[in-house]
């Protein structure tokens, strides 16, 4: 029975080595997978290949601004006439979105975090 219980004991220390090794590894990889939404938008109005369409509704000026990088397309919308405010910011793969900023949400800043994938570099 003690040989039975020194087992169990040893499996249980053994994976929890294991999952702790995972979720360090996994906040490194977080981390240094992270940008500001504002760097992201200075990275997608100042790179040249970005495609920008000027729309103006009731005297307001509005920009999609679109920028591809390898199978990623990097969306940016913006509000002035020298996009003073980022109302939006998407990374979209395969048609699905997979990280974004929305300024009209309470929680979100400027300043915030956005996940960038491996293949884009800033």
């Not at 920008?52 to 390898?70: A, G, K, M």
């Not at 002035?80 to 979100?108: A, T």
Request: one cysteine or more.
């Amino acid at each position: 029975m003690k040989h039975v219980l020194e087992q169990m004991l040893s499996r249980a220390r053994s994976a929890s080595h294991k999952l702790s090794d995972n979720l360090k590894n996994k906040f490194e990889q977080l981390k240094s997978n992270k940008v500001t939404v504002s760097d992201l938008a200075t990275l997608i109005l100042l790179h040249p290949e970005t495609k920008i369409t000027r729309s103006e509704y009731l005297s307001l000026v509005f920009h999609d601004c679109w920028l591809v990088v390898d199978d990623y397309k990097l969306y940016l919308e913006t509000k002035g006439g020298r996009h003073e405010k980022v109302l939006q910011c998407k990374i979209i793969h395969d048609g699905k979105v997979i990280s974004s900023f929305h300024s009209y949400s309470s929680k979100s800043k400027l300043r915030d975090k956005i996940k960038i994938p491996d293949g884009i570099h800033v």
